[in-house]
Every structure is written in structure tokens, then in C-alpha cells.
């Protein structure tokens, strides 16, 4: 749990924070993130402001759009059916920042449950990132599919 412990005073900080500060840079693998994301296209798809599908398939309503989803409040893309945890945590102002996304993508239940401070919340997320470089991997893909000043721009709109 130190993982989430660590990702949560990197949240405080970059909430403290301008959107500058998702500037930061990544470490993961984007190349690597984007052979990790065919586990994630199940669910999830990443598709921009224009309709174009740049990652999963078409109409992918699962989960939600992963799109520009650094420096986006956590649970807060209107109209998607969030399980309560994420509800919570968004309600918090917690943002996706790599620490929190790697947090989350490799305990989703555990993440929230910390993250709230609520044992009771849980998340509707199965899939479990095998390990700490893989959910990196993933963030560094994500955040190649957007850049980071629409990313910003997105997230202060949505906020």
C-alpha cells in the first residue's frame, strides 16, 4: 500500500498545483503501453473531441473514454455510469496524475478504499495492471494520444 501512499501526496501536491504541472514528465514506456492497452480495449477506448477513434474500438461504453485523461477530476465524464468509489473520489477533486492512475490501475478496489478513506466504496474496474512499470506504460500511451496543453485545457473545461 506505501504505492498509494505515494500516489496520494503527489495528488495533493498537483491539485495545489497549475495545469502546468501535468506537464510532468512520464516514465513509462508509451510503446509498450500501447501492446498493454489491447487488455484495456475490452472496455475502454480513446476517442478525441472530433469523434476519431485513435485506440479500442468504436461505441466502447464499458468504461469510459480514456481520452486526455491526465489532469482530468477523477469520475468526471458526464453522462458515464461511475461506480461509487470513483463518485467519491471525483467529489474529492482528485485528479488522474500518472501516481494516482498507476495507484488505481493496479488496485482499483484498494486505490479508492485508501484514496476515500471509505472501506466500503469499491470500484467497477476487474483488470489489474501487473505491475507498477506496466500501469506507467499504459499512463505514458494514454497521455502519447493527447497532447499535454489540449490535456490541460480539457481538464480545466471538464473540472
Known amino acids: 500500500m506505501n504505492h498509494i501512499r505515494t500516489a496520494l501526496a503527489a495528488t ?3 491539485m495545489l498545483a497549475s495545469p502546468a504541472a501535468f506537464a510532468q514528465d512520464v516514465t513509462g514506456d508509451a510503446a509498450n503501453g500501447e501492446r498493454l492497452f489491447n487488455q484495456c480495449s475490452t472496455c475502454h477506448n480513446v476517442t478525441n473531441a472530433e469523434g476519431d477513434v485513435l485506440a479500442g474500438r468504436p461505441n466502447m461504453r464499458t468504461g469510459p473514454n480514456l481520452y486526455a485523461v491526465s489532469g482530468r477530476t477523477i469520475g468526471s465524464i458526464e453522462d458515464f455510469r461511475y461506480s461509487d468509489g ?5 467529489e474529492m ?6 501516481a494516482n492512475f498507476i495507484a488505481y ?4 478496489t484498494g486505490f479508492i478504499r485508501e484514496a476515500s478513506g471509505n472501506n466500503r ?3 467497477a474496474m476487474a483488470f489489474r495492471a501487473r505491475s507498477e512499470q506496466d ?3 499504459l499512463y505514458a500511451y494514454l497521455r502519447s494520444l493527447a497532447p499535454v496543453e489540449e490535456e490541460a485545457g ?3 473545461q471538464e473540472g
Open 86 to 90: 470513483l463518485i467519491a473520489l471525483g
Open 12 to 14: 495533493l501536491f498537483l
Open 121 to 123: 466504496l469499491r470500484g
Open 154 to 156: 480539457e481538464a480545466a
Open 105 to 108: 490501475a493496479q488496485d482499483p
Open 93 to 98: 477533486d482528485m485528479v488522474w496524475d500518472q
Open 135 to 137: 500501469a506507467a506504460d
